[in-house]
C-alpha cells in the first residue's frame, strides 16, 4: 500500500477556524524548527487574509512572520493559500501578482489556489502568474452539495484543471459537508478525471465527519491528506493528524509522519490556549441541518451578532432556513468566502426587514450582473434577479468595474518610488496609518513554552497586584520577588 502523506494546516487554516487568526508570530517561533522535523509534506503559513489581521489588530509585520519562519523550516515546503479574489475585495492584478512574489521572496515554495466557483478561466492567470513569482501552483475543486455538484460537475473540473499542468490537485470541502457516502464515487471521480495527478484532500470537522472522509479517501486511493495538530484540529477545523495516522496504520496502511516530533508541537499550543484563553478544538455532534443550510459555522456566529443587535437573535434558524432559499435563487454559489457571505448577509435581511429582497447589498447587486463570477448571474433565479436589477442602485454599479491600477500608479498613490514593495501591500491592503502603528508597536511578543514552568511562574506571579512580596521554595530552590522600596 501507498504511504499516506500528511499537509500541516495548523498555522493556517488550524487557527483560523478555532483562533480567529489570532495566532501571533511569537506563537508560532518557538515550534517552527519542530514541525519540520516532523516530515509533513508540506506547511501551511501566509494568505494574503491575513494581512489585516496582522497589521490592524495584531500589529505585527505579515513579512516579517513569514522569513522568521521561513528561516526555521528548511526541509518541508511553505505554502501560502490564495483565492482570485481577497474577501470582499477584487484587488487588482497587479497586488495579487505581487503578494505572489514577494511571498516566494519569503521563503514559500507552494500555492494552494481557489476560486469560488472552480472557473477554469480564472485558475489560468494565477497559475501562470504564481509560477511567474517562483510557486508551485496546486489547484483546490471546491465541494459543494446541490443539483449542479455532480460527479460529473467534478470531473470535467478536473480535466480542465490538469491541463494547466499544476504540481497537483487539492479536493476541497470547506464547510465539512463530505460524508463517506458520496466519497465513494467522488473521490475515484476526481482520481480518474486526475489522470495520474496527485490529488490531496482538505475537509473540515463541523459535522463530525472529517477524519471518517479522510480515511474513506484513503482507502480509495487518495493518500495526502490535509490534517492539523491538537488542539488546533476537530471543531471547525480539520481532522486531527493523530487520529487520522492511528486509524490509517489500523486500515493497513504506512505513513511518513515522524508523530515523535509532533507531540511538542502540541504540548506548546495546549499550553498557548489554556494560557491565553483560546479555544481548544474538540469533535462536534453530527448536525444533519448543516447540509441543509451550508452556512460555514463562523457565519452562523455573526448572524447571531447581526440579529442580536436588533434585538431578533431567536430568528437566527429561520434566518438560516432563509439561507438555503436564497442559495437556491442565486444558483447554487459554493458557499465559501464571499459567496457564503453574499447569501447569509441576504437571508439576514430579508429576516430582519420582513419582506424579502426589499432591501439588497451593493455586493448582492453585482453578484446579479455578474461582476463575482458571470456563473452566478446566469444561473440566478430571472424573478429574482429582475427584483435585485429593478432598482436605481443597480442602474449605478451597471458600468462598473474593478480597477486595475498598475504597480507604479500604486506606488504613485501610497508613498512614491521610494516606497518597497511589501510597504506598498501592506499600505494597500490595511492602510497608511495602522502600518505607521504596526511599526510604533515595535518586534512581535515573545511566547515561551510549557517547557519553561520556572520563567512562565515568575510572569505569572510578577501580574498580582495585591502583593508586595512573593516567596517560593522547592527542594534546594527558592525564589523571592518584592516590589521595589518594599
Known sequence: MEDVRFVDTTL??????????????????????QLDKARFDAIELGTPIEIPKCVRELREDPWERLRLIARRVTETPLRAIHGTSSGFEKFPHSVHKLWDVRAAACGLKQVRISDCWNDPAQWKWRVQQAREAGLEPILNLIYSVSPRHTDEYYAQRARSAI??????????????????????????????????LPVELHTHCNTGLGTLCCLEAIRL??????????????????????NVAK???????????????????ADHFTF????????????????????????????????????????????????????????????????????????????????????????????VIQYALGLWGKEG??????????????????KELGD?????????????????????DEELLLRYIAGKD?????????????????RHPLVTLIGELSKLSDRRQIYVRKGDLSLQLAKKGS
Open 12 to 33: 493556517r487554516d488550524g487557527q483560523q477556524s478555532l483562533w480567529a487568526l489570532n495566532m501571533r508570530t511569537g506563537m508560532m517561533l518557538p515550534i517552527a524548527a
Open 163 to 196: 491541463k494547466l499542468k499544476v504540481l497537483r490537485l487539492c479536493l476541497k470541502d470547506p464547510g465539512g459537508l463530505l460524508t463517506p457516502e458520496r466519497a465513494r464515487t467522488l473521490v475515484p471521480t476526481v482520481l480518474q478525471g486526475a489522470n495520474g
Open 221 to 242: 486511493g487518495m493518500t495526502i491528506i490535509n490534517t492539523a495538530i491538537p488542539p488546533l484540529a476537530d471543531g471547525s477545523s480539520n481532522p486531527s493528524v493523530a
Open 247 to 265: 486509524n490509517a496504520r489500523a486500515m493497513g496502511y504506512s505513513t511518513s509522519l515522524e508523530e515523535t516530533a509532533i507531540q511538542p508541537v
Open 272 to 363: 498557548i490556549a489554556k494560557r491565553e484563553g483560546l479555544l481548544v478544538g474538540a469533535p462536534p455532534e453530527y448536525d444533519y441541518y448543516q447540509y441543509i443550510h451550508q452556512v460555514p459555522g463562523g457565519m452562523i456566529s455573526n448572524l447571531r451578532h447581526q440579529l442580536r443587535l436588533v434585538g431578533m437573535e431567536d430568528k437566527l434558524e429561520g434566518t438560516l432556513e432563509e439561507a438555503a432559499r436564497v442559495r437556491e435563487e442565486f444558483g447554487y454559489p459554493i458557499m465559501v468566502t464571499p459567496l457564503s457571505q453574499f447569501v447569509g448577509s441576504q437571508a439576514a435581511i430579508n429576516v430582519i426587514v420582513g419582506e424579502r429582497y426589499k432591501q439588497v447589498t451593493d455586493q
Open 377 to 394: 448571474a446566469a444561473l440566478m433565479d430571472p424573478n429574482v434577479k429582475d427584483t435585485i436589477l429593478g432598482r436605481p442602485r443597480a
Open 400 to 420: 462598473w468595474k474593478p480597477p486595475q491600477p498598475t504597480l507604479k500608479e500604486l506606488r504613485g498613490k501610497f508613498g512614491g518610488p521610494g516606497v518597497s
Open 434 to 450: 495602522e502600518v505607521e502603528a504596526m511599526r510604533a508597536a515595535g518586534p512581535p511578543k515573545e511566547y515561551l513554552n510549557g
